[in-house]
């Protein structure tokens, strides 16, 4: 029983390793700002950096976010969690115009 099931645990957990952890590969650089380097230092120990980078979260979910990745062993800071906050959400909050529909034109007299 114990050989049977032990081969198979092992394989999935060394998937879930391998695919969290490529710090190796580069992925995308984060944009600059004044957490950069924390945000960097903390956040691409266990992934690269497109983790980050191919979301659109907002405050709120970020926020959200950063629990979760405390929850799987990332350490930040009380003092730092406003600044990951900030950066994260400005540079990949919601993207640009799908959460601003009153920045649309509504049927103006150029139609
Ligand atoms: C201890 C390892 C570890 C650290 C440190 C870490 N992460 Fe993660 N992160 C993971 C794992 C594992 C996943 C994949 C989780 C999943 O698939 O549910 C992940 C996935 C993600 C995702 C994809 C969305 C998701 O929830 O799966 C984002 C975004 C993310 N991490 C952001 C961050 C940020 C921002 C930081 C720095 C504050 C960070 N991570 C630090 C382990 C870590």
């Given at each position: ?15 879930i390793?391998a ?12 944009p600059?700002g ?22 659109h ?19 930040i800071s ?11 959400s ?22």
């Amino acid at each position: 029983m114990f050989q049977q099931v032990f081969p198979a645990i092992f394989l999935f957990a060394s998937s879930i390793l391998a695919s969290a952890q490529a710090p190796s590969a580069p992925g995308k650089p984060l944009p600059p700002g004044p957490a950069q380097a924390k945000v960097k230092a903390a956040c691409t120990q266990c992934h690269n950096t497109s983790r980050i980078t191919e979301q659109h979260l907002t405050r709120q979910q970020w926020s959200g976010e950063l629990k979760k990745m405390e929850g799987l062993g990332a350490v930040i800071s009380d003092a730092d969690r406003d600044a990951f906050l900030n950066y994260l959400s400005k540079n990949f909050g919601p993207e640009k115009g799908v959460a601003k529909p009153a920045a649309k034109k509504s049927g103006s007299a150029a139609d």
